[in-house]
């Protein structure tokens, strides 16, 4: 992901989104992890919802309405993580038989279920459940 982002464009878009007259490289992407880990996940909730309405008031999306009047809002559920062994009391568990072995396996997984609105080529979270 360092790799990835650490292209001239990206670093002058971070900058510019941080107020930075100059921006030689972007945190490693563990440091940014580290950092998001510490974060209540009522403050991410907060941002994400403050950078919505910021956009549909600047009317930023406009273009995207369908026929002009609505936006198109999809759900998507999504698999985050998955595990062999049960993490905790609110894993999801998926059995898989092997028909040849006979065996059964558990996957222990966690789902969220996202609204998201759709802007063109891309969709825009706008709000997570955890399943």
Do not use: Q
């Not at 996202?114 to 399943?131: P, Q, R, Y």
């Amino acid at each position: 992901m360092s790799e990835s982002f650490n292209k001239e464009e990206c670093i002058k878009n971070v900058g510019k989104v941080l107020g930075l007259d100059s921006l030689e490289e972007l945190p490693h992407y563990d440091t940014i992890n580290d950092f998001l880990s510490g974060l209540d996940v009522n403050e991410l909730e907060k941002i994400r919802t403050y950078m919505i309405k910021e956009l549909l008031k600047k009317r930023s999306l406009e273009s995207y309405r369908i026929e002009g009047k609505c936006w198109g809002v999809i759900t998507d559920g999504i698999g985050l993580h998955t595990f062999h062994e049960k993490h905790c009391k609110h894993c999801l568990g998926r059995a898989y038989t092997n028909k040849e072995r006979g065996e059964t396996n558990v996957l222990y997984m966690y789902h969220v279920l996202e609204a998201k609105v759709v802007v063109g080529d891309m969709v825009l979270s706008i709000a997570s459940e955890f399943i």
